[in-house]
């Protein structure tokens, strides 16, 4: 009996974390030939999660250009993919989530007609240009794919919504849940120094990220203000930031927040670091989409420095709050998780709607079942 080829395609960190037990599930069944192919879109934050979860690629377009544009980003990966694509013959491709390798891995799928599925589907905000480009590289995407996996039943509703044929669509939950199974561990050593070198005794940690495109300028700038505004509250507060390698966010968190003792800025972190900080924090605050279904696995509020989110399940299951940009807003905010112990209480508490760890076996089971393989259809995750 042929096996099945079946080709992920991911590029950067968020896609690589959420990918890899998914690499790892497929690799376990004897029906399967996985081939990996990475578009190495972010270099090394891609790196560190391969080695983290020792996945060696079959296949690196190390499409990645100093200070890279949208368009050479999707003009590298189509080229090489194309060119992959037509030696290895996939009878699937798998890409994952919003961003450029996603929706240009698909295109050149399309284009070579190989099957597309789409690991974490259906998210939306409804505003293309929020968050950029990723809301169009979804949407764009979904019009591709001929697998939808969604992580929750709102993402399928949001799929139902533009069409999509209803028996293509899996609800499985999301396979960063997967992956937290692995890299959260009680007696866990950070690997990073600056984090070893933070005394977060007796300390209630903000763990905070931001570093989005449409935040960079005036929303960050109102961002690191009210990081001073409450750490110049609270004596037992200890903000730190993983503050990212874009020259523009480093500069703005630099200059605002570079002399408050009480706001550690820290490179970017792997994997593990950023998880077991999160299991270490009191609160997270992030502009990041992953981060915001992360965190309540581990029971921490949330607070989203966006002003809209395509986790809208997150906000009515309670695990977060949309904070938005604004100095004042972001602030009493957090400040009401500070003094409130009850209104902690219930966020920490809320139950965490996106998966229960089986997300990339139930995703196995549908590709199994699609091309005839298995005659069973996993359960849907509810």
Known sequence: MKKLKVMPVF??????????????????????????????????????????????????????????????????????????????????????????????????????KIPVGHVEAGLRTFDKYSPFPEEMNRKLTAALADLHFAPTTSNRANLLNEGINPDKIYVTGNTVIDAMQTTVREDYVFSSKELRSIDMEGKRVIAVTAHRRE?????????????????????????????????????????????????????????QDMHNLMARSYIVMTDSGGLQEEAPALGKPVLVLRKETERPEAVEA?????????????????????????????????????????????????????????????????
Not at 85 to 90: A, G, I, N, Q, T
């Open 11 to 112: 590029g950067t960190r968020p896609d690589a974390v959420k990918m890899a037990p998914l690499v790892r599930e497929l690799e376990k069944h004897p029906g399967i030939v996985t081939v990996v192919c990475v578009t190495a879109q972010h270099r090394q934050m891609l790196d560190q999660v391969l080695d983290i979860f020792r996945i060696e690629p079959d296949i690196d377009l190390d499409v990645m250009l100093d200070r890279q544009t949208l368009e050479q980003v999707a003009a590298r990966t189509l080229e090489r993919l194309s060119i992959v694509l037509d030696k290895e013959k996939p009878d699937m491709v798998l890409v994952h989530g919003d961003t450029s390798t996603c929706f240009i891995s698909a295109l050149a799928a399309f284009y070579k």
């Open 318 to 382: 309670g695990t977060v709050k949309l904070a938005g940009i604004e100095r004042e807003k972001i602030k009493a905010l957090a400040s009401q998780l500070l003094d409130d112990p009850a209104e902690y209480e219930k966020m920490a508490k809320a139950v965490n709607p996106y998966g229960d760890g089986k997300a990339s076996e139930r995703i196995v089971k549908a590709v199994l079942y699609e091309f005839g393989i298995s005659g069973e259809k996993p359960d849907e995750f509810r």
């Open 215 to 271: 935040n960079l300028g005036r929303p960050l700038e109102q961002i690191c203000h009210a990081l001073n505004d409450i750490t110049a509250e609270y004596d037992d507060v200890c903000v730190i930031y993983a503050v990212h390698l874009n020259p523009a966010v480093r500069e703005t968190a630099f200059s605002i927040l570079g002399s408050n003792p009480k706001v550690h800025l820290i490179d970017p972190l792997d994997v």
